[in-house]
């Protein structure tokens, strides 16, 4: 009895698990914006944020990895919102050591938390754009959501109906042309 119940405690512990870093979850207290910081980047500089979005290009230099990143607002977890078409901007997320482009790949969910070392003039196309950057401590890339299938069920369907099957009804008699027996 000692074992099951063990057993089934194990269980319901690994069912509260999650895949997500507690640094992800919780917001830094008062932490700046990414609007707040293109703004006034004097200020912010050394702040500990949270920050997430879409990602929007990936280039890998020789000791680290920039993410750019179109921001959007959080979740209470941590993960950004799928439809969110007011961005307050554009940041650089600075990842130490090499991410995969093809695996942290534009269109890509992820929530970065670390600290603020500023901002860079950067292109984005030909418009000279300012950027946050953020030195990632913790980052977390958000699995693809699966598209929800709304098929809708009519509820008066029967599978087994047949509109021509009418084993009540008489057989079908024309009434000028009759059977001709």
């Known amino acids: 009895m000692k074992i099951l119940l063990a057993l089934l405690a194990a269980l319901l512990m690994a069912g509260c698990a999650t895949g997500?870093?507690?640094?992800?979850?919780?917001?830094?207290?008062?932490?700046?914006?990414?609007?707040?910081?293109?703004?006034?980047?004097?200020?912010?500089?050394?702040?500990?944020?949270?920050?997430?979005g879409v990602i929007a290009e990936v280039r890998n230099r020789s000791d680290h990895t920039e993410l750019e990143v179109v921001a959007r607002r959080l979740q209470s977890g941590g993960r950004p919102v799928d439809r969110d078409d007011a961005s307050p901007g554009r940041f650089l997320a600075q990842v130490p050591g090499f991410l995969d482009p093809a695996i942290y790949a534009a269109g890509r969910a992820i929530t970065v938390r670390g600290v603020v070392q500023g901002v860079r003039e950067q292109a984005v196309g030909e418009y000279a754009y300012s950027f946050p950057v953020v030195q990632a401590e913790v980052y977390h890339l958000w699995p693809e959501r699966e598209p929800v299938r709304d098929y809708r069920r009519d509820p008066f369907y029967d599978p087994w109906y047949d509109p021509w099957y009418r084993p009540w009804h008489r057989p079908y008699r024309h009434p000028y042309y009759g059977p001709y027996w």
């Open 20 to 52: 997500v870093p507690e640094p992800i979850r919780s917001a830094p207290e008062a932490a700046p914006g990414v609007q707040a910081v293109r703004e006034a980047p004097d200020e912010a500089v050394g702040e500990t944020v949270r920050w997430g």
